[in-house]
């Protein structure tokens, strides 16, 4: 599989309400990307055989940070069905779901990696988790920065 990722970001603070009543500031990151990424055949061949039934596909990040040595966002996904174009062109795609960390470990972070992944949904069996063969890692701004809309 191949795929490319263009990355523009902007990491400010935003105030969240933790239960305790304290609020605590946290970095959201905001991701724009492109993915090219041809998934028509698997380590057996096509990919789609008698036994699939769908495609689970997802964009993930992958960072460490000085309180957690793993973190992990799901930035992305898609469905793919059966009949489905198996080849993607997306072109300045932004996360559907919020890049949140739980403290600051966004800012100033050398080492962002983007992985594209999905999960084969069989019409019966195991679903098997099955990863791209490329990763991106991307630094993060070293300063905030805020915009009026994403």
Same mark, same amino acid.
């Given at each position: 599989?191949?795929?490319?990722?263009? $990355?523009?970001?902007?990491?400010?603070?935003?105030?969240?309400?933790?239960?305790?009543?304290?609020?605590?500031?946290?970095? *959201?990151?905001?991701? %724009?990307?492109?993915?090219?990424?041809? $998934?028509?055949?698997?380590?057996? &061949?096509?990919?789609?055989?008698?036994?699939?039934?769908?495609?689970?596909?997802?964009?993930?990040?992958?960072?460490?940070?000085?309180?957690?040595?793993?973190?992990?966002?799901?930035?992305?996904?898609?469905?793919?069905?059966?009949?489905?174009?198996?080849?993607?062109?997306?072109? #300045?795609?932004?996360?559907?779901?919020?890049?949140? #960390? #739980? &403290?600051? &470990?966004?800012?100033?972070n050398?080492?962002?990696? *983007?992985? *594209?992944?999905?999960?084969?949904?069989?019409?019966?069996?195991?679903?098997?988790l099955?990863? &791209?063969?490329?990763?991106?890692?991307v630094?993060?701004p070293?300063?905030?920065?805020? %915009?009026?809309?994403?």
């Amino acid at each position: 599989m191949r795929y490319v990722v263009r $990355i523009t970001y902007v990491t400010h603070e935003r105030e969240i309400m933790r239960k305790d009543n304290l609020v605590e500031r946290s970095d *959201l990151g905001f991701i %724009t990307f492109d993915i090219t990424a041809d $998934i028509l055949n698997g380590k057996n &061949g096509f990919i789609f055989d008698w036994n699939v039934k769908q495609l689970f596909l997802y964009l993930s990040a992958e960072y460490s940070t000085k309180n957690n040595a793993l973190n992990q966002v799901v930035l992305w996904d898609k469905i793919m069905l059966r009949g489905d174009n198996p080849r993607l062109f997306l072109k #300045d795609m932004k996360s559907k779901y919020f890049f949140f #960390d #739980d &403290g600051n &470990g966004l800012k100033g972070n050398r080492n962002v990696t *983007l992985t *594209l992944s999905w999960n084969v949904v069989p019409n019966a069996g195991i679903l098997p988790l099955v990863t &791209g063969s490329g990763h991106v890692s991307v630094p993060f701004p070293d300063t905030y920065e805020t %915009t009026k809309s994403y």
